[in-house]
Nanobody
Framework: VQLVESGGGSVQAGGSLRLSCAGSGSTINSRCMGWFRQAPGMEREAVAAIYTGLGRPLYADSVLGRFTISKDNARKTVYLHMNSLQPDDTAMYYC??????????????????????WGQGTQVTVS
């Protein structure tokens, strides 16, 4: 699975962005897909995850109510809709994929090691 993120950019506080994660080389069906972010000097932290089969989206407390993760299996794409962005949201955002559903169903999705495939990241800057 190859993952390519897009949609990052610079916005003012209170603004919105939509990130996309396009999968290629294999279907994203029946996988746990996650979004992580990493600010300079900080550890990579989980933002949200979704099982592309049936299952509820999962969110970090820091983004609950502001960010929404969604999927389009036909397009092999997972989205992260980000609203009410704040300067603390500034980071490189990464898409990640598990070979199956385990990361989402086991509760291990907040841990980067639960995911096997990673994209190169897209920068989000909020000022």
């Amino acid at each position: 699975v190859q993952l390519v993120e897009s949609g990052g950019g610079s916005v003012q506080a209170g603004g919105s962005l939509r990130l996309s994660c396009a999968g290629s080389g294999s279907t994203i069906n029946s996988r746990c897909m996650g979004w992580f972010r990493q600010a300079p000097g900080m550890e990579r932290e989980a933002v949200a995850a979704i099982y592309t089969g049936l299952g509820r989206p999962l969110y970090a407390d820091s983004v609950l109510g502001r960010f929404t993760i969604s999927k389009d299996n036909a397009r092999k794409t997972v989205y992260l809709h980000m609203n009410s962005l704040q300067p603390d949201d500034t980071a490189m955002y990464y898409c990640a994929a598990d070979p199956g559903e385990y990361a989402c169903t086991s509760g291990s999705w907040p841990y980067a090691r639960a995911f096997h495939y990673w994209g190169q990241g897209t920068q989000v800057t909020v000022s």
